[in-house]
């Protein structure tokens, strides 16, 4: 059945002393479980191994007391007692025969050490590089120090090979792991044998692989994964330098696992980074090695995929996003349902489990990380309960998802729309800038549903209270969205901010709807997400002065979490917008705003002809109010429930919508739990005394 296009993507492929059944790589990544939550990390593992990956890894487990990363919540092997724990996972992750990896990292010069107080080494002595600017240092490596560090990657090389791993990673790569910090010299200044010219600086680096490959090579392979450039000017290890490197070092590890510069270089959002954005970074490489190479680029397409082996740039398909999106990737390029495929859409929602410490979500696949807490499957559902029908009041992601995971449940769906296209506030964000990719979650949706016999959507079907209970249906799920608010309400303001008469007020509604402000227009930003740098961006380019304005101490304060908000910035800059931080508004006259400082209140007046406004979103819960206004009626009406879901409901980002839409269609008809927890977590077991 398969595409005869991508056979060449299914051909085993040997790392050191293992094969792999095909080049589907899960390269690394974290997930917001860690230690904490190894069980569900697991079970997200043994998920894709049952999608067709031919290796999956672990994410950044840390393999020893003198370097971690906490607040940062990652896997750990400090201990025998860690071993069953990783035991678990790897066993899940070769339950359907892909190789299980295991990341193994040593934080060096980013490992503040929080939690353990030991004092964090380094090739140089420097202050140690967090996301959060830790006012520590750490201690340069002495001779003693080395031959202890080389001994723990022994160790934990050991301790992975009988926690049942067939791979190691070596992490020295997006300027977290030991290893680029030694190449580096932006981080190794040293000048002794360590330091200074490239063979030097790669000294370290063989002698682990070596004494690893002593100890365990002749069960296990070993995979280096290094930045293709750091990209920090002459002091940082370039691509040409990565080359020689290569060229110098060509059979080191069994196989190089290569990733662009920084996390933000390497998982760039799809806003900023297009599919195989890598591609020039890798191209050339393979002729200074033997070694099989993986590389990554949110491949999504196979054409692509396949294209990138042909041309003999990499030998495995490295996929860490595309992977979350749909663990079932490989699969359904093999049973050739390419259309099946649910494409990342490189939001970088995911990411946000990871640096916000909780667990990881994803917009298009909103089973990931509940695999085991709530025993979801992404391509099973649970069977039908007793009612028959359902109607879905709104198709944006909440209702479209909920839609989608009822048919296949076997419920009557229908879905009616006000509008005279599904999709919801989907469909028009996608047409902001850089934003067109998350049109991916409409699209897939609506193509799914159309291979059902059991769902019908009723376009231009603006309903009521009146309406919905003639109809008959059982169920009613309302999914009506919500609207973005022009009274200012949000975060600095609790209650409408003083707002002249006269005065243009605009709201991001306003803007997608095809009604934009010009001249000089202010973007007042107390939502802090995408939306306010995205329009301010927007209004720049269709030629407007643009002054975005925000309490924060950042232009879209919380794509930090998502690894675009050192991008943002200097895009705004180049389009002309004048940022203004740590500043909110107080009033809005017809021709100017009255600013105030968030540390000392002291005001400043910004003329304007116009504001925009993205502050809170009001739910648009209207249909849902009243329906509970007249319960009464429900049962003669048939009606057994009425739930409200997704912005409707509590207004968030389109992860949450989609998250909240199949949690309906799983739970409808469920027993109902009263008081107890609605998912399963880990007990961390107390110590005897």
Same mark, same amino acid.
């Given at each position: ?22 080049? %589907?790589?899960? $390269? ?11 069980? #569900? ?16 890894? !672990? ?70 590089? !967090? ?28 301790? @992975? &090979? ?53 100890? $365990?090579?002749? !069960? ?14 002459? +002091? ?51 002729? %200074? ?47 050739? &349902? ?54 879905? $009041?709104? @198709? ?16 009557? $769906? ?20 850089? %934003? ?107 030629? #407007? ?37 740590? &500043? ?36 648009? @819960?209207?249909?849902?109010?009243? +329906? ?39 739970? +409808? ?21």
């Amino acid at each position: 059945m398969r595409d005869p296009r991508y056979d060449i993507l299914f051909e085993p492929m040997a790392i050191g002393p293992v094969t792999a059944k095909n080049r %589907l790589y899960q $390269v690394p990544h974290c997930n917001g479980g860690g230690y904490r939550d190894p069980s #569900a990390a697991a079970e997200m593992r043994g998920i894709k191994a049952e999608g067709g990956w031919g290796v999956i890894f !672990t994410e950044q487990c840390e393999m020893h007391h003198t370097s971690e990363i906490t607040p940062f919540i990652e896997l750990r092997l400090w201990e025998d007692k860690d071993i069953p724990m990783l035991r678990k996972m790897s066993e899940r992750m070769k339950s359907h025969g892909a190789l299980a990896g295991i990341q193994l990292a040593y934080s060096g010069i980013n490992g503040p050490n929080l939690y353990t107080k030991e004092v964090p080494l380094a090739p140089s002595a420097l202050p140690i590089r !967090t996301f959060t600017n830790d006012p520590v240092q750490a201690r340069a490596l002495d001779k003693s120090d080395i031959k202890d560090l080389r001994r723990w990657f022994v160790n934990a090389a050991k301790r @992975s &090979r009988e926690a049942g791993f067939d791979l190691i990673c070596l992490y020295g790569a997006h300027g977290f792991g030991i290893f680029q910090h030694f190449l580096s010299r932006a981080t190794n200044q040293r000048s002794d044998e360590y330091g200074g010219s490239l063979e030097n600086r790669a000294r370290f680096v063989n002698e682990v692989v070596a004494d690893i490959r002593d100890a $365990v090579g002749d !069960t296990m392979g070993i995979t280096l994964r290094v930045s293709l450039d750091e990209s920090i000017g002459t +002091l940082g290890f370039s691509n040409a330098e990565v080359r020689d490197f290569i060229e110098m070092n060509r059979d080191l590890p069994d196989l190089w696992d290569l990733a662009h510069g920084t996390w933000e270089d390497c998982s760039g959002p799809s806003r900023f980074k297009e599919e195989g954005a890598q591609e020039q970074l890798v191209r050339g490489i393979h002729e %200074l090695t033997d070694k099989p190479i993986v590389g990554v680029g949110r491949f999504t397409s196979p054409d692509v995929m396949a294209k990138m082996v042909r041309s003999g740039t990499l030998d495995f398909i490295g996929c860490a996003r595309p992977s979350i999106a749909d663990p079932f990737l490989p699969k359904k390029i093999e049973e050739g &349902r390419v259309e099946d495929i649910r494409e990342c859409i490189g939001c970088n929602i995911c990411i946000t489990g990871d640096m916000t410490m909780s667990i990881s979500r994803c917009t298009q696949n909103p089973t990931f990380m509940e695999e085991w807490r709530k025993g979801w499957h992404p391509e099973k559902m649970n069977a039908k309960g007793a009612s028959r029908s359902v109607l879905v $009041v709104g @198709s944006g992601p909440a209702g479209l998802e909920a839609a989608w995971a009822l048919c296949r449940r076997g419920y009557d $769906v229908a879905v009616a729309e006000a509008r005279t296209e599904i999709g919801g506030r989907v469909v028009r964000e996608a047409k902001l800038p850089g %934003l067109s990719a998350w049109r991916r979650v409409v699209d897939y949706r609506q193509y799914q549903l159309s291979q059902r016999g059991n769902v019908e959507i009723y376009l231009e079907s603006a309903l009521d209270a009146d309406s919905i209970l003639d109809f008959g249906f059982e169920n009613i799920c309302i999914a009506t969205g919500a609207t973005w608010r022009a009274d200012g309400v949000a975060r600095q303001h609790v209650v409408p901010m003083p707002i002249a008469e006269g005065a243009n007020i605009y709201t991001p509604d306003d803007l997608m709807e095809g009604t934009v402000p010009s001249g000089k227009v202010i973007v007042f930003d107390d939502d802090h997400y995408y939306m306010g740098g995205v329009l301010a961006e927007m209004l720049a380019k269709g030629g #407007a002065d643009v002054t975005l304005i925000t309490p924060s101490a950042y232009v879209s304060d919380w794509t930090n979490n998502t690894l675009e908000q050192i991008a943002i910035h200097p895009r705004l800059v180049d389009a002309g917008v004048e940022i203004v931080l740590n &500043r909110g508004l107080t009033e809005i006259h017809p021709h100017h705003v009255v600013s105030n400082c968030v540390y000392t209140n002291r005001t400043q007046t910004y003329e304007c002809d116009a504001v925009v406004m993205v502050a809170a979103r009001k739910e648009n @819960s209207a249909v849902y109010d009243g +329906l509970k206004a007249r319960e009464g009626e429900w049962a003669d009406a048939g009606l057994k429930s009425v739930t409200i879901i997704g912005d409707a409901n509590a207004p968030g980002p389109i992860a949450w919508a989609t998250y909240a839409g199949h949690r309906y269609a799983r739970e +409808l008809d469920g027993a109902d739990i009263g008081d107890a927890l609605p998912f399963r977590r880990e007990i961390t077991e107390l110590a005897l005394d």
